[in-house]
Structures are given as structure tokens and as C-alpha cells.
């Protein structure tokens, strides 16, 4: 018992308590919300390179963990990123001299951006087979008594999404909380 008692009492539990909620919490809006998106434009709309794009969002899950973030780390870097790099160098020639970033991968910031990315490829693969199954007569219908195109997406289709948007941002807050 006496661990116990020196991790609930330590004062640097419960900031770092915190840090991992606003990270989960964060991570998993930014993920849901970009698959939710892809989703929603892969199966309910007609846009073009519909095709393209699933393999964009899938291909993620073909790479392992550790090349997605060496990936990251070698392009934003504080120091030797290459986009760091070119950045500095561009901004360079409006007088802005920097030594570091402007992007820092391994900050709080840089964390959930990168992990926001590539956790939304989970979250389109559950969110995408919601899409699909949804009954678009009920779209159908919010067109055809007067509804515009956002009144119908706000009040229709996320409306009859919201349990697998809910499922799914659970799925991903759970998910996100040990990493």
C-alpha cells in the first residue's frame, strides 16, 4: 500500500493526470472529426477520386508505428526537420532569422497533431461503414420538404449518425488514453 501512497500523494501525478486527458481529449475531436469528414465525402458524396482517397486514409494502417514517427521526426524536428529547414530558409529571406522550428514535433502541439492524423484512419473504417448503412431516403426526404443541403447535414445525417459519432470519439478517447 505504501506505492500507492506515493503516487496518490505525489504532487506530480495529477498534472501529468491531466496533460493525458487534454491529449486523449484533443487527439480523439481532431481524429473524429477528419474521419468523420473523409467518411462523409467518400460515401455520401460524389466527389471525384473517391477511390484515391480511401487508399489515403487506409494506407496509414499499413505502416508500422515506429516508421510513421521516425517519418515525423525527420520532417519537423526542431532543428534538422526538412520542412523546418526549407521554412527557415524561406522565411530567411524576409529578414526572420530562427535557429530552431517554427514547428516542434515533440511538443505537446506537435504530439496532437501527428497522433490526430493517424488516428483517424481507425476511426474512417468505423465511421465509413455507418455512412454506408445509413438510409438516404431520410435525406431524400429532408430535401424534398425544403431543407437545404447544411440543414440537411446537420439535422439529418448527423443526426442519425451521432451513436456511431459517439461510439467511435469513445473508442478513440479509450484508445488514446495509453498511448
Do not use: C, K
Request: hydrophobic share 55%; charged share 10%.
Amino acid at each position: 500500500l505504501n506505492n500507492y501512497e506515493t503516487v496518490y500523494l505525489s504532487p506530480l501525478t495529477y498534472p501529468a493526470l491531466m496533460n493525458t486527458i487534454i491529449y486523449a481529449g484533443v487527439v480523439s475531436a481532431i481524429s473524429l472529426i477528419m474521419a468523420t469528414l473523409f467518411a462523409w465525402l467518400v460515401e455520401r458524396t460524389d466527389m471525384p477520386g473517391r477511390d484515391w482517397a480511401w487508399t489515403m486514409m487506409l494506407l496509414p494502417l499499413a505502416m508500422p508505428g515506429i516508421l510513421s514517427s521516425m517519418a515525423w521526426i525527420l520532417m519537423l524536428s526542431p532543428r534538422s526537420g526538412v520542412i523546418n529547414i526549407y521554412l527557415r530558409e524561406f522565411l530567411s529571406h524576409f529578414g526572420v532569422q530562427m535557429q530552431e522550428g517554427p514547428f516542434n514535433v515533440f511538443t505537446m502541439t506537435g504530439m496532437i497533431f501527428v497522433e490526430g492524423i493517424r488516428g483517424s484512419t481507425t476511426l474512417f473504417l468505423l465511421m465509413v461503414g455507418a455512412f454506408r448503412l445509413m438510409d438516404p431516403a431520410m435525406e431524400e426526404a429532408a430535401r424534398i420538404s425544403g431543407a437545404g443541403s447544411f440543414t440537411t447535414l446537420r439535422r439529418v445525417t448527423m443526426g442519425l449518425m451521432l451513436p456511431a459519432v459517439l461510439a467511435a470519439g469513445m473508442y478513440a478517447f479509450l484508445g488514446n488514453l495509453d498511448d
